[in-house]
């Protein structure tokens, strides 16, 4: 149990010496955004996730083997958004010369105007809820903008390279909590790490489904939204490090 917390501690609060500086604890929020918009997409927008695109591949087929209450062309446009965030992600990667703060920073900013966007559109758009309308066209801009927004949040932490903090895909940190477990074998290798994501996800979408069946769901968004401008002022002053964690170790 000591490793368990210890590992999750030294993941909220980094030792000075972590090749990773404090990247970890800024994707430890990063996935309870995660857990935020797709429990916005799912509840509001109608059977469609923004972030977790194996749900969407699946979703997809059940609306073309004919499965009642899924839209087709939601599950696609989302995949495509996706990919082009990825995209987007990829190119501002790459423009930040491998200095890991300057990538953060660049992805978390652009991530937040995203949402921000989004938040305007759900606050001035006439209608109490997305899910309530037939107005497919706002349907589809909310899904184009926030399927961007997580394509980008997920190159950007692939581009990061911190073990086991993907802040959208969980399923091969749970399968690495299983599998490098001293029943299994193992040594618990991360396992306070990897347990923090699971939680840190579990709590987004706890806190959005609580504030949508309470009437509230714009504010998922609005709270989503200002996660990722804490990050974005927190990561502010490292884009200009030019040591240490900056570097993604060898």
Do not use: C
Request: net charge positive; no cysteine.
């Amino acid at each position: 149990m000591s490793t368990l917390w210890r590992d999750a501690w030294h993941t909220v609060r980094p030792r000075p010496d972590d090749p990773h500086g404090p990247l970890a604890p800024m994707l430890v929020l990063l996935t309870i955004v995660t857990g935020l918009v797709d429990a916005f997409s799912y509840l509001e927008l109608g059977r469609v996730f923004v972030a977790n695109m194996t749900g969407n591949v699946v979703f997809l087929s059940f609306a073309l083997g004919g499965a009642p209450g899924f839209l087709w062309w939601a599950s696609l446009l989302a995949v495509v958004t996706f990919l082009l965030g990825a995209l987007l992600g990829g190119r501002i990667g790459a423009a930040s010369g491998g200095h890991r703060g300057r990538h953060l920073f660049a992805g978390a900013a652009t991530q937040t105007a995203l949402l921000a966007v989004a938040v305007i559109l759900t606050w001035v758009a006439p209608m109490a809820s997305p899910r309530d309308s037939s107005d497919g066209a706002l349907l589809a801009v909310l899904i184009i903008i926030l399927g961007v927004a997580m394509g980008l949040q997920n190159a950007t932490a692939r581009g990061l390279s911190v073990p086991d903090l993907t802040t959208t895909v969980l399923t091969m940190t749970l399968t690495g909590m299983g599998a490098d477990s001293r029943i299994a074998g193992g040594r618990d290798g991360r396992i306070g790490r990897r347990l923090l994501s699971v939680l840190a996800m579990f709590a987004g979408g706890l806190a959005g489904v609580l504030l949508i069946e309470s009437g509230q769901g714009r504010w998922v968004l609005v709270f989503a939204t200002l996660l990722l401008g804490g990050v974005t002022l927190w990561v502010a002053r490292a884009r200009r490090a030019t040591t240490g964690w900056v570097q993604k170790p060898a």
